[in-house]
């Protein structure tokens, strides 16, 4: 997995600030403490001496050493007794006043044996998911808010279906698509024309995935094709950086989502990128997600046999119909 260095820093503040939460809470305990049991702050001030004993023991060189050290040890056992015993009493549980950690793995530095720990994976996640806020811009995106009686009733008189129905089993198999994830067995091409919610689906779709602590990237096809030229032929070093770090996102991340295939500019380039993205997404067994107003004979003229047929053999189609969803709602409203 390659970090966004950035984005990455920015899940080391969140950490570093519930660190922060964490000590302050635990001296407001201690505070607390202090004021209903004074014996408890006396102990602490004792076996905090206790340190300094040892030290001056061990530098004083005395024959008895190890027998003085033993009896500071003991006294070290019998204090941590009293101090547990006093906060039973008080009702108190006995670890009341220790150090709060939010990740036992790690114990709230990030890392594990130079790796980076799931919790801070985690929230680096969700870093990335405020980046998906071009995707969630109308932020009521949710499958309880999907509303079906958009969709006319009536059979469509070209096709003979209804898009009620049609659009109700697109609906579920996006709905499952997102519960199940990452069990999933196929990718999903949402088809059909403008304005019929494909955008509005895969970011419900998005919303629970990226809930779930996975990585989730969207781009319309245009941006994403055109990241991996700018990554060869950029303007500045941090231009071409930039489109490398979107790149290697984009080929690893846990979802993609390429949205509105078939609006970019078609070169041998993007031809290119595409196949390496689906390849090599496909290659990882990582799912992706990908939106089209192209009917068959346009994907043929545009796309190569090797593009088509990982999009054919590798993709559940879910056809979208209806009228344009955005025209109703203005009709609407
Ligand atoms: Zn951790």
Redesign the pocket.
């Known amino acids: 997995m390659t970090y966004d260095g950035k984005l990455l820093a920015r899940a080391r503040q969140a950490m570093e600030r519930e660190k922060e939460q964490n000590e302050a809470l635990r001296q407001r305990r201690l505070d607390e403490v202090y004021r209903r049991i004074p014996e408890i702050e006396q102990i602490d001030a004792r076996m905090r001496g206790h340190m300094s004993d040892v030290v001056r023991l061990t530098l004083a060189g005395r024959a008895d050493l190890a027998q003085q050290l033993e009896k500071l040890r003991e006294e070290n056992t019998g204090l941590q007794m009293r101090r547990a015993e006093l906060l039973t009493e008080a009702g108190l549980p006995i670890d009341y006043t220790d150090e709060i950690v939010?990740?036992?793995?790690?114990?709230?530095?990030?890392?594990?044996r130079g790796e980076v720990?799931?919790?801070?994976r985690r929230r680096y996640n969700r870093e990335l998911t405020h980046e998906l806020s071009s995707l969630l811009r109308e932020g009521d995106e949710s499958f309880e808010n999907f509303d079906l009686t958009l969709y006319p009733d009536t059979p469509d008189p070209v096709s003979g279906y209804v898009p009620r129905e049609v659009m109700g089993a697109v609906y579920d198999g996006c709905r499952k698509f997102a519960s199940n994830f990452p069990n999933v067995s196929a990718n999903l091409l949402l088809r059909g024309g403008t304005g019929l919610g494909k955008t509005y689906l895969s970011a419900c779709i998005a919303r629970v995935i990226a809930g779930k602590g996975y990585s989730v990237c969207y781009d319309t096809a245009a941006s994403a094709l055109d990241a991996f030229e700018r990554q060869k032929f950029s303007r500045s070093p941090e231009e071409g950086e930039a489109a490398s770090l979107q790149v290697s996102r984009m080929l690893s991340c846990d979802l993609m989502i390429l949205d509105d295939l078939g609006t970019e500019m078609v070169t041998a380039m993007s031809l290119s990128a595409l196949y390496t993205l689906l390849n090599t997404r496909l290659t990882r067994g990582l799912r992706m997600i990908i939106s089209t107003n192209c009917d068959d004979a346009e994907l043929d003229r545009r796309y190569t046999p090797q593009i088509l047929s990982r999009l054919r053999g590798e993709f559940l189609e879910l056809p979208f119909f209806g009228k344009d969803i955005r025209l109703l709602r203005r009709e609407n409203s």
């Open positions: 939010s990740c036992s793995i790690c114990r709230d530095t990030g890392n594990v720990c799931e919790c801070l």
